[in-house]
């Protein structure tokens, strides 16, 4: 699992970078300021969470079961919330209205919050 999770945390990290800078040169004309924004904070949420990996498939002070369903958590979490953020901040460059799934960004912002609350109550556990 851990192998999984560390391949995981490099692609979403390496994505994140791509996108970073995608956002800043290529999207920089075509969408508005605020959209480049938005996307960026979908980068930045990404970048966050590929470290959050990579500290989780690292250490030896979280156990399988859980590094399993925060590794989960997270993935599923950023296909939501940041591929939705993605999508929405670059909605005026295609003809379908991807405002009508923004639901969705919450609901992986809420994956992530579960996440990061598993880690902290596994810590909180802990007796070593």
Do not use: C
Request: aromatic letters at 14%; zero cysteines; proline letters at 1%.
């Amino acid at each position: 699992m851990n192998k999984k999770i560390l391949v995981t945390a490099s692609l979403l990290g390496l994505t994140s970078v791509i996108f970073g800078a995608f956002g800043a040169h290529s999207l920089k004309e075509l969408i508005s300021i605020e959209s480049q924004q938005t996307f960026e904070t979908g980068v930045r949420y990404q970048m966050y969470h590929a470290i959050l990996l990579l500290f989780v498939g690292i250490t030896s002070l979280i156990n399988e079961k859980t590094k399993r369903i925060i590794y989960y958590l997270v993935v599923v979490g950023l296909l939501l919330f940041s591929g939705s953020i993605y999508v929405l901040a670059t909605n005026t460059l295609t003809t379908f209205d991807f405002k009508t799934i923004g639901f969705i960004t919450p609901i992986g912002g809420l994956f992530l919050i579960t996440a990061w609350f598993l880690l902290f109550v596994h810590f909180l556990k802990n007796k070593t």
